[in-house]
């Protein structure tokens, strides 16, 4: 994850990222990895917070949940998937 954020500092020309936005669930990676990887990347400063997008509120939850517990950073931003053009929300 670290290598994909400074390739998109580099191709944004900045040196911080405002919302960094998880999209979607790796079955391989567990959820704790995941949160401990942007928790590395807010100590750096290369990013400020946290969003996540096309996970439902049951997933949602979960992160939440294991974040507080293991003292890993939340996400703080979610991007359901509902817009004009997608009527259906199938998520938060």
């Known amino acids: 994850m ?3 954020v400074e390739g998109s500092l580099k ?8 919302v960094y936005f998880f999209h979607w ?10 949160l401990k990887a942007y928790s590395d990347l807010l100590k750096v400063g290369k990013i400020t917070s946290i ?6 509120a049951v ?5 939440l949940t294991m974040a507080v517990e293991a003292g890993l ?14 009527r259906a ?4």
């Open 11 to 18: 191709r944004l020309q900045t040196d911080v990222i405002d």
């Open 2 to 4: 670290a290598q994909a």
């Open 25 to 34: 669930q790796g079955l391989s990676t567990p959820v704790a990895e995941t």
């Open 89 to 92: 929300s199938k998520t938060c």
């Open 51 to 56: 969003g996540a997008s096309n996970i439902d």
């Open 59 to 63: 997933q949602l939850e979960s992160a």
């Open 73 to 86: 950073p939340g996400y703080q931003v979610a991007q359901p998937e509902y817009n004009l053009f997608s």
